[in-house]
């Protein structure tokens, strides 16, 4: 495409429901990112693919969070059992690799997510 | 391990006044560096990027950035301030060694003001 998507743009669950947000990154990027963007907070790592590696999952928060990349292009993340501290904006987005000219990431616009 | 620190979350100029955002990073290994914009509602777009070539880096919509290793400092500048560049900015860093994942600051939201 011709950038990142993100789906949903908004979404409004309860506490201890599960959550999936989805992105879709530009055609022929290889690394994917999630971060969790809160109030005052900045933007936090969550976790990155790179092509057939072993995702880097250091940033995930808890076991709650899970992430896939299916076909090494379209991801979810997965929260279960929501908490209310789980309230962020969450963006997605790509890089065509990982070398040295390949570093500039492309966002998507997020998901802002609401937990009650 | 990598750091960035945005001194100000808030900054306030004038419209036609110089823009000074400061960015302060740490890292033990030749850093990379980025300018990212936010505007409301929106996803980061790249301002600019410093990547070893050349200390001083042009990006879009006027601004530039300068990295001096001795102050170990990127700050953004642009000479003068335009209503349309109110939005959220964000430094990041990311060094050969730090998987690809880029480490953010706190972000600084800049006004202009008539």
């Known amino acids: 495409g011709a950038g990142v998507s993100q789906s949903p743009s908004n979404k409004v669950t309860e506490k201890g429901k599960d959550v999936e947000l989805r992105c879709d990154p530009i055609s022929g990027h290889t690394a994917l990112y999630w971060y969790r963007q809160s109030l005052g907070q900045g933007l936090e790592f969550l976790i990155y693919?790179?092509?057939?590696?072993?995702?880097?999952k250091s940033g995930l928060p808890s076991d709650r969070f899970s992430a896939e990349r299916t076909g090494g292009s379209v991801s979810t993340l997965t929260i279960q059992r929501t908490q209310q501290e789980d309230s962020a904006v969450y963006l997605c987005a790509s890089s065509l690799g990982a070398g040295q000219g390949q570093r500039e990431l492309f966002f998507g616009e997020g998901s802002r997510l609401t937990v009650l | 391990a990598q750091s960035v620190t945005q001194l100000g979350s808030h900054v306030s100029v004038s419209e036609g006044a110089l823009v000074l955002l400061r960015c302060n990073y740490s890292?033990?290994?030749?850093?990379?560096l980025f300018w990212y914009v936010q505007y409301p509602n929106q996803g980061l777009q790249l301002l600019l990027k410093?990547?070893?070539?050349?200390?001083l880096v042009k990006g879009i919509n006027g601004f530039e950035a300068e990295f001096k290793k001795s102050e170990t400092s990127f700050h953004l500048t642009k000479p003068s301030a335009h209503m349309s560049d109110a939005a959220e900015y964000f430094c990041?860093?990311?060094?050969?060694?730090?998987?690809?994942?880029?480490?953010f600051g706190t972000g600084t939201q800049l006004k202009v003001e008539l």
């Open positions: 990041a860093v990311t060094t050969t060694g730090g998987g690809n994942k880029l480490t």
């Open positions: 890292s033990s290994v030749p850093p990379y």
């Open positions: 693919f790179q092509g057939n590696s072993a995702p880097d």
């Open positions: 410093y990547t070893s070539a050349a200390t």
